[in-house]
């Protein structure tokens, strides 16, 4: 599906934050444990030097992955 004239995953207009608030109002901790249908995942807390954030690096090789920032 192509929206605007560019490629997008579908999941990006999934609000996965519902069970925490919604991603308008999210109430997550690190260490919290999300559920998914197929696992689960854990949120971290990240703190990084500069502003440079390698998600392939953090999160999988694989795609697709997600990551809030």
């Given at each position: 599906?192509?929206?605007?004239?560019?490629?997008?995953?579908?999941?990006?207009?999934?609000?996965?934050?519902?069970k925490a608030?919604?991603?308008?109002n999210p109430?997550?901790?690190?260490?919290?444990?999300?559920?998914?249908?197929?696992?689960?995942?854990?949120?971290?807390?990240?703190?990084?030097?500069?502003?440079?954030?390698?998600?392939?690096?953090?999160?999988?090789?694989?795609?697709?992955?997600?990551?809030?920032?």
């Amino acid at each position: 599906m192509t929206r605007r004239g560019w490629y997008h995953n579908p999941g990006y207009e999934t609000d996965y934050l519902l069970k925490a608030g919604g991603e308008t109002n999210p109430r997550i901790r690190a260490g919290d444990v999300v559920d998914f249908p197929g696992g689960s995942a854990v949120w971290k807390l990240l703190q990084v030097k500069d502003y440079i954030v390698d998600l392939r690096q953090l999160l999988s090789r694989e795609a697709p992955v997600l990551a809030y920032a």
